[in-house]
């Protein structure tokens, strides 16, 4: 198990949890929009070059939730996020993770918080970010990212995953959760991914069917 994964016992109560939120999400979304209304962790296969910006309009527990208004703020793009940078500049560009900045970047947070994603000391982090090495050597040499009930058998539909929000235009914006996932995609050139949907603006909903389908030998769940 990577040193950041959860537990058997902690997806175990996840798929719980999940289940539970999306037996409430699901059914009001579909008596107040219908039977293509957003779903908790619905699964969604979004272009990579779509992803242009990054915005935290919600969290993954609020994943399929219909909102009215969308952040005024926070609005960055994608490859400007700092772990994404990081990433990208040491497996596409070549540079050591040091020489990222990434190390120094992961040790304030550390500093600040306590830990990040149960991460506590530099070794922790050292031996995550060789761990993210073997992990993208696995997604390039497929050329594809996998979905989440296949990387966590039983893990239920696409929680856990990139985070993508529906704007109000109709277009994905990423949530700011799979930055590591997000780069190992963008680092390999993976075409589409598969996502956690995030919230959805009113105004966006038509857009919604657009990003349902799985490529070619995926199967949406």
């Keep these: ?18 289940r539970l939120r999306a037996w409430q ?18 699964q969604l296969w979004v272009p990579i070059y779509e992803l242009e910006f990054a915005v935290k309009a ?30 990208v500049a040491h497996w596409r560009g070549g540079l050591s993770w040091e020489e990222t900045g990434i190390y120094d970047a992961m040790m304030d ?12 000391t530099l070794e922790d982090v050292k031996l995550r970010y060789r761990q993210l090495d073997a992990l993208y050597e696995s997604v390039r040499q497929a050329g594809r990212l996998s979905p ?4 966590i058998p039983g893990n239920f539909r696409e929680e ?20 590591h996932r997000l780069a190992m995609a963008i680092a390999a050139g993976i075409d589409r991914i598969p996502a956690q949907l995030g919230v959805v603006h009113i105004e966006g909903l038509p857009a919604l069917p657009d990003y349902r389908n799985a490529p070619p030998n995926e199967t949406a769940n």
């Design 1 to 18: 198990m990577g040193i950041t994964e959860k537990s058997r016992f902690e997806q175990l109560r996840r798929n719980w949890n999940s």
């Design 25 to 42: 999400t699901d059914r009001q979304n579909k008596a107040l929009y219908g039977e293509d209304a957003p779903r908790f962790a619905e």
């Design 58 to 87: 919600g969290s993954s527990k609020q994943s399929g939730q219909i909102i009215r208004s969308w952040p005024t703020g926070g609005l960055g793009r994608v490859d400007q996020t700092v772990a994404i940078k990081a990433c």
């Design 109 to 120: 947070q550390i500093r600040k918080h306590g830990k990040v994603d149960r991460l506590r």
């Design 148 to 151: 989440r009930d296949e990387l």
């Design 160 to 179: 856990g995953g990139i985070l993508v929000n529906i704007g109000p235009d109709g277009k994905p914006y990423f949530g700011r959760k799979g930055n």
